[in-house]
Protein backbone atom coordinates (compact mmCIF):
# COMPACT_ATOMS: atom_id res chain seq x y z
CA UNK A 1 0.00 0.00 0.00
CA UNK A 2 0.88 3.37 -0.87
CA UNK A 3 1.50 6.22 1.39
CA UNK A 4 -0.86 9.59 -0.24
CA UNK A 5 2.81 11.38 0.45
CA UNK A 6 4.26 8.89 -1.85
CA UNK A 7 1.92 8.40 -4.24
CA UNK A 8 1.71 12.16 -4.77
CA UNK A 9 5.40 11.60 -5.23
CA UNK A 10 5.49 8.61 -7.67
CA UNK A 11 3.03 10.57 -9.77
CA UNK A 12 5.15 13.44 -10.09
CA UNK A 13 7.89 11.45 -11.17
CA UNK A 14 5.29 9.66 -13.69
CA UNK A 15 4.52 13.27 -15.24
CA UNK A 16 8.63 13.97 -15.48
CA UNK A 17 8.63 10.56 -17.39
CA UNK A 18 6.08 11.28 -19.69
CA UNK A 19 7.96 15.38 -20.04
CA UNK A 20 10.52 13.57 -20.62
CA UNK A 21 9.65 11.61 -23.61
CA UNK A 22 7.73 15.29 -24.82
CA UNK A 23 10.98 16.81 -24.21
CA UNK A 24 13.09 14.45 -26.71
CA UNK A 25 10.20 14.44 -29.49
CA UNK A 26 10.51 18.27 -29.37
CA UNK A 27 14.50 17.58 -29.72
CA UNK A 28 14.10 15.41 -32.02
CA UNK A 29 11.78 18.13 -33.81
CA UNK A 30 14.70 20.48 -33.91
CA UNK A 31 17.35 17.99 -35.92
CA UNK A 32 14.53 17.10 -38.72
CA UNK A 33 14.11 21.01 -39.31
CA UNK A 34 18.14 21.38 -39.26
CA UNK A 35 18.65 18.12 -41.24
CA UNK A 36 20.19 15.91 -38.63
CA UNK A 37 17.69 12.72 -38.95
CA UNK A 38 20.37 10.40 -36.94
CA UNK A 39 20.11 12.75 -34.15
CA UNK A 40 16.31 13.22 -34.91
CA UNK A 41 16.03 9.30 -34.40
CA UNK A 42 18.60 9.15 -31.55
CA UNK A 43 15.91 11.81 -29.58
CA UNK A 44 12.95 9.78 -30.70
CA UNK A 45 14.25 6.26 -29.61
CA UNK A 46 14.94 8.04 -25.82
CA UNK A 47 11.54 9.52 -26.10
CA UNK A 48 10.11 6.24 -26.65
CA UNK A 49 12.32 4.92 -23.11
CA UNK A 50 11.17 7.45 -21.53
CA UNK A 51 7.34 7.07 -22.68
CA UNK A 52 8.03 2.95 -21.45
CA UNK A 53 9.66 4.87 -18.09
CA UNK A 54 6.58 6.65 -17.79
CA UNK A 55 4.25 2.89 -18.29
CA UNK A 56 6.35 1.47 -15.53
CA UNK A 57 5.27 4.20 -12.89
CA UNK A 58 1.62 4.17 -13.68
CA UNK A 59 1.87 -0.07 -13.56
CA UNK A 60 3.32 0.21 -10.77
CA UNK A 61 1.36 2.97 -8.83
CA UNK A 62 -1.55 0.79 -10.29
CA UNK A 63 -0.45 -2.37 -8.68
CA UNK A 64 0.72 -1.19 -5.21
CA UNK A 65 -3.14 -0.02 -4.69
CA UNK A 66 -2.91 3.45 -5.74
CA UNK A 67 -4.26 6.00 -8.18
CA UNK A 68 -2.43 7.21 -10.83
CA UNK A 69 -3.42 10.46 -11.76
CA UNK A 70 -2.30 12.02 -15.13
CA UNK A 71 -1.17 15.75 -14.41
CA UNK A 72 -0.95 18.41 -16.55
CA UNK A 73 2.48 18.57 -18.54
CA UNK A 74 4.17 21.85 -19.84
CA UNK A 75 5.89 22.71 -22.97
CA UNK A 76 9.36 21.51 -23.75
CA UNK A 77 11.79 23.68 -25.07
CA UNK A 78 11.89 23.56 -28.55
CA UNK A 79 14.49 25.92 -29.64
CA UNK A 80 18.18 25.27 -29.36
CA UNK A 81 21.23 26.81 -30.89
CA UNK A 82 23.33 23.63 -32.04
CA UNK A 83 23.68 19.95 -31.48
CA UNK A 84 25.64 20.77 -28.58
CA UNK A 85 23.11 22.32 -27.18
CA UNK A 86 20.85 20.00 -27.18
CA UNK A 87 22.83 17.50 -25.82
CA UNK A 88 23.73 19.90 -22.88
CA UNK A 89 20.21 20.87 -22.58
CA UNK A 90 19.60 17.30 -22.21
CA UNK A 91 22.23 16.19 -19.84
CA UNK A 92 21.13 18.66 -17.13
CA UNK A 93 17.25 17.72 -17.58
CA UNK A 94 18.97 13.91 -17.17
CA UNK A 95 20.49 15.05 -14.13
CA UNK A 96 17.90 16.94 -12.79
CA UNK A 97 15.30 13.30 -13.48
CA UNK A 98 18.24 11.69 -11.39
CA UNK A 99 17.84 14.13 -8.69
CA UNK A 100 13.76 13.49 -8.69
CA UNK A 101 14.41 9.50 -8.80
CA UNK A 102 16.79 9.97 -5.75
CA UNK A 103 14.24 12.23 -3.54
CA UNK A 104 11.69 9.20 -4.30
CA UNK A 105 14.47 6.70 -3.26
CA UNK A 106 14.60 8.36 -0.01
CA UNK A 107 11.37 8.99 0.62
CA UNK A 108 10.60 4.98 -0.21
CA UNK A 109 13.28 4.55 2.41
CA UNK A 110 12.03 6.63 5.17
CA UNK A 111 8.71 5.08 4.75
CA UNK A 112 9.97 1.44 4.50
CA UNK A 113 8.14 1.30 1.23
CA UNK A 114 9.94 -1.49 0.56
CA UNK A 115 8.38 -2.54 -2.41
CA UNK A 116 9.24 0.73 -3.98
CA UNK A 117 12.63 1.23 -3.23
CA UNK A 118 12.85 -2.35 -5.18
CA UNK A 119 10.69 -0.64 -8.19
CA UNK A 120 12.96 2.20 -7.75
CA UNK A 121 16.27 0.71 -7.61
CA UNK A 122 16.08 -0.07 -11.85
CA UNK A 123 15.33 3.59 -12.45
CA UNK A 124 18.28 4.99 -10.37
CA UNK A 125 20.57 2.60 -12.33
CA UNK A 126 19.04 3.51 -15.44
CA UNK A 127 19.90 7.23 -14.49
CA UNK A 128 23.59 5.85 -14.50
CA UNK A 129 23.04 4.51 -18.38
CA UNK A 130 21.25 7.86 -19.29
CA UNK A 131 23.71 10.25 -17.80
CA UNK A 132 26.32 8.13 -19.45
CA UNK A 133 24.78 8.38 -22.33
CA UNK A 134 24.14 11.40 -22.87
CA UNK A 135 27.71 12.58 -21.95
CA UNK A 136 29.44 11.01 -24.47
CA UNK A 137 27.18 12.30 -27.76
CA UNK A 138 27.96 15.63 -25.39
CA UNK A 139 32.19 14.86 -25.80
CA UNK A 140 31.94 13.36 -29.06
CA UNK A 141 29.89 16.90 -30.18
CA UNK A 142 32.29 18.95 -28.53
CA UNK A 143 35.08 17.71 -29.96
CA UNK A 144 33.73 18.04 -33.79
CA UNK A 145 32.47 21.46 -32.93
CA UNK A 146 33.00 23.52 -35.86
CA UNK A 147 33.44 20.84 -38.15
CA UNK A 148 30.25 19.88 -40.54
CA UNK A 149 31.67 16.63 -41.46
CA UNK A 150 32.23 15.44 -38.24
CA UNK A 151 29.11 16.66 -37.07
CA UNK A 152 27.90 14.63 -40.06
CA UNK A 153 29.77 11.64 -39.43
CA UNK A 154 28.52 11.85 -35.61
CA UNK A 155 24.70 12.24 -37.06
CA UNK A 156 24.88 9.18 -38.77
CA UNK A 157 26.04 6.84 -36.03
CA UNK A 158 23.30 8.34 -34.22
CA UNK A 159 21.21 7.24 -36.63
CA UNK A 160 21.99 3.27 -35.91
CA UNK A 161 20.58 3.53 -31.92
CA UNK A 162 17.76 1.43 -31.95
CA UNK A 163 15.13 1.53 -29.35
CA UNK A 164 14.73 -2.00 -26.46
CA UNK A 165 11.55 -2.14 -24.50
CA UNK A 166 12.49 -2.51 -20.98
CA UNK A 167 12.24 -6.46 -20.25
CA UNK A 168 8.72 -7.46 -19.41
CA UNK A 169 7.01 -4.59 -20.17
CA UNK A 170 3.98 -4.48 -22.34
CA UNK A 171 1.02 -2.21 -22.51
CA UNK A 172 -1.26 -3.91 -20.85
CA UNK A 173 0.23 -4.08 -17.26
CA UNK A 174 3.31 -5.07 -15.95
Not at 21 to 30: E, G, H, I, P, V
Not at 138 to 148: H, Y
Not at 149 to 174: H, I, K, N, W, Y
Amino acid sequence: MLSQTLQDALNEQMKNEFFSAYLYKAMAAYFEAEDLPGFSAWMRVQAMEEMTHGEKFFNFICEAGGRAVMLPIDAPKGDYTSAYDVFDYALEHEYFVTDRINKLMDLARDESNHAAQIFLQWFVTEQVEEEASFGLVKKKLKRVEGDGRGLLMLDQEAGSRTFVPPAGMSVTGG
